[in-house]
């Protein structure tokens, strides 16, 4: 099978945008302070436009898994059982420090059998920090996979029809009922993200047609300058939200198209990019919370920029050296 190096970029995009929107959003989140509202707007107008990279990974998902010339659920079944480990070893470590510093004495976190028992209860329920729900969505996802990779084998004509379906049904019609006084209800399994993942499959199976692209493009565009435009004062919008579906869309399309070559560097970062994700946070949660960096008084730009790029390489870094250790080489 030939390497797509389009996908890897995509990988190291969405490893590199995942990144800086946690710099955006855990300082502005823990801050105490009040932002002047310029230093807002900019935030969340950055925030805004990297809106696009979760749906961006399921979109990376839906067509590596397409590609595949099976995908059973014995295959699906390994990869539910990585990301079990990964959820009662690095899951597991999350919530040993959230429920030992919780339970401080004499300045000191306690690490006990209660403790770890709260932890593992953590765990199980789901109860770990923000950017882990990734996991348990994606456990979802793979349950489901061999039977829509199955659908999609079936012709073009069927997986338009699937994708258009979930389109209209999981990210259009939800935002329709919010707006309106409609409260129409159609329910698709692990609603908006399942459609993400057969539109990286449609596009793998079925190509993209010329007139599909720069209408992709287009709409992209006119999508992120909608957001900004009408958003920047607000925030960022969910992730299942039409607008974002369609930018997500644009930045897959147009990225998944170019023909570039390959080097060591794109491979490395592209292969460490689950890791990146799983360990960056640490770094914030740390930082700010237990040692109470400041981020947003006194240059705020120049001091967010160095946090991404600190953050990103150590987050790489660590990653880089736990891949090549026989547990965790199977699990990041």
């Known amino acids: 099978m030939n390497r797509k190096h389009s996908i890897d970029l995509l990988r190291v995009m969405g490893a590199v945008a995942v ?3 946690h710099a955006i959003t855990a300082p502005v989140v823990n801050y105490s302070g009040e932002l002047p509202m310029s230093l807002r707007i900019n935030l969340n107008a950055l925030e805004i436009l990297l809106g696009w990279v979760v749906p961006i990974f399921l979109m990376i998902t839906g067509y590596c898994l397409s590609n595949k010339k099976e995908c059973t659920y014995k295959y699906c079944f390994e990869h539910v059982k990585k990301y079990i480990a990964v959820l009662f070893t690095i899951g597991l470590f999350y919530a040993l420090l959230e429920e030992a510093y919780g339970a ?26 923000a950017h882990m729900w990734f996991v348990y969505m994606i456990i979802g996802i793979y349950l489901v996979m061999p039977v829509i990779h199955s659908f999609m084998q079936t012709g073009e004509r069927n997986i338009y029809i699937l994708t258009a379906l979930l389109f ?9 009922n919010e707006a309106s006084p409609l409260n129409i209800s159609v329910d698709f399994p ?36 909608t957001m900004v ?49 799983l360990i960056h946070p640490i770094f914030f949660n740390v930082g700010i919370k237990l040692f109470n960096i400041d981020l ?27 891949r090549r250790m026989p547990f965790f080489k199977n699990i990041l």
């Not at 946090?307 to 987050?315: A, E, G, H, P, R």
């Open 296 to 322: 947003l008084s006194h240059m705020p730009y120049l001091k967010l920029s160095c946090c991404f790029v600190v953050v990103f390489l150590l987050s790489f870094g660590i990653t880089w050296v736990l």
């Open 19 to 21: 990144v800086m929107l």
């Open 190 to 225: 692990l609603g908006g993200y399942l459609f993400y993942v057969c539109f990286g499959g449609m596009i793998r199976k079925c190509g993209v047609k010329k007139w599909f692209y720069y209408f992709t493009v287009v709409c992209g565009i006119i999508s992120f300058v």
């Open 168 to 176: 209209v049904f999981t990210i259009v019609l939800p935002q329709i």
């Open 229 to 277: 435009v009408t958003h920047a004062k607000i925030g960022r919008f969910d992730n299942k939200h039409p607008l974002v579906s369609i930018a997500a869309m644009f930045v897959f399309v147009v990225i998944s198209e170019l023909d570039i070559k390959g080097n060591k560097l794109l491979y490395e970062i592209a292969a460490s990019t689950w890791g990146i994700y």
């Open 104 to 129: 401080m004495k004499n300045g000191m976190p306690v690490f006990s059998l209660s403790v770890l028992g709260r932890s593992l209860l953590r765990v199980i329920n789901g109860d770990l920090w």
